[in-house]
């Protein structure tokens, strides 16, 4: 019988926490005066009030899925795209602009934003825009492995480059109406021993983004944080991880990734948390005294197999 209640509890506990870790954003979800309560445009519908997309890390991965799925929801769209590579995109009529900016520099961050400014005003000068901070980087290793010039410039990306855009484009998102879709991890949710700064950059991306889209409350703009767990891409050999690390049964596909996102736009949320697997993992590591949560990640992560980083 206590069996029977302790597993009752448990899954209540994990029900609550798929309720907890996406709160939906009452008041501000954008929804048409007269649309039924529980109304959620399809993801074409709710792209269609949106005329430009600014993209941080288009080049690849998520970002790169990003432009590849909303060009083809909506392809009047006009890309932006910022990052050190240009974005192999082949879509017919896709209209892709490359900005070449290395976000860890700021004095390239005011020169693409200003290039994108006057860029907009000329080819997309009204509707909606929607920037998407989604450029990051991790490293795996006893910090400060790899170096240390290496996490600050993960912090540069992950952090200061993020909050130097949406400073820099909030006047032209307020002006014209907008949202900020800000890519977090799962990693925000706890700390993550051996990429101790990239959670601790991680966490920092969720909660700036949730308290900035309370701040725009009212103001046509929002601001939606995105905590993807485990995705396939180039982030773990890029993070210096061994291919295998992650099992690939916790592995979602970057379009999954972008496909949540944009529903999560669509129904007006302030956090999305994808996957049922990584609501779990976040609501454990959310919920449980931190240096608890610090303890056993500390023995998950150690079992990671370490490869050089590549930068
Ligand atoms: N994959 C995962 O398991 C996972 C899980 C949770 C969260 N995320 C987050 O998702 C986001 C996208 O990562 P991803 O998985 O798509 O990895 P990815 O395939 O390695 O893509 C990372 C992107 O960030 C850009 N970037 C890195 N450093 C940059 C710099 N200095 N300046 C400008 N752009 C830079 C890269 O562009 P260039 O190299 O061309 O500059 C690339 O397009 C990141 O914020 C990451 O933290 C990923």
Known sequence: MPETISSWLFWLFIFLGLVWVEPSQAGNTGRAKNAPLNFVPSLSEALQSFSAVIVTGGSSGI?????????????????????????AIKISGLKLNHFACNLSRPAEIAAATAAIGSFLAQVAPVGKVLLINNSGFGGYGHFPEPQLEHQLEMIDVNIRGLVDLTGRFLPLLRARGGAIINVASTAAFQPTPYMATYGASKAFVLHWS??????????GVRALAVCPGPTATDFSKRAGLQLGSVSPALSMTSEQVVEISLRA??????????????KVTAFVGSKLPKPLVARVAAKVLARYQLKQVRK
Do not use: D, Y
């Open 63 to 87: 970002g790169k899925s990003f432009i590849e799925l909303m060009g083809k929801l909506h392809p009047g769209l006009t890309f932006c795209n910022l990052s050190r590579r240009p974005p």
């Open 210 to 219: 949730l308290a900035l889209n309370e701040e725009l409350r009212g103001t």
């Open 265 to 278: 736009l669509a129904s007006g949320r302030a956090q999305v948390v994808t996957g049922w697997k990584n």
